[in-house]
Nanobody, 114 residues
């Protein structure tokens, strides 16, 4: 059974930084793509950043230049380095992974205080 486990969320002041981590277990092969979505209260879940197995990345316009997605040396890990955080970045952040099927983590809360 594939499981994605996120860590690194928390409370941070506006302008600060956080690093989210996601590690997958229960899979032998590498995912084709991994990344992060987020969902703020009362809003739809939105893509934050994604990265393919080849290293191609894409970002939401709202986080370009502030967030960086990367994959770890360990197979099937993904990180999200978040800098210059704003109150509007407050949300539950979900790790996702895709290889034929999609897999999701349980989510980690990020709260940015102004």
């Amino acid at each position: 059974q594939v499981q994605l486990v996120e860590s690194g969320g928390g409370l941070v002041q506006a302008g600060g930084s956080l690093r989210l981590s996601c590690a997958a277990s229960g899979i032998i092969f590498s995912f084709n793509a991994m990344g992060w979505y987020r969902q703020a209260p009362g809003k739809q879940r939105e893509l934050v950043a994604g990265i393919t197995s080849g290293g191609s990345t894409n970002y939401a316009d709202s986080v370009k230049g502030r967030f960086t997605v990367s994959r770890g040396n360990a197979k099937n890990t993904v990180y999200l380095q978040m800098s210059s955080l704003k109150s509007e970045d407050t949300a539950v952040y979900y790790c996702y992974a895709q290889r034929a099927l999609e897999y999701w983590g349980q989510g980690t809360q990020v709260t940015v205080s102004s």
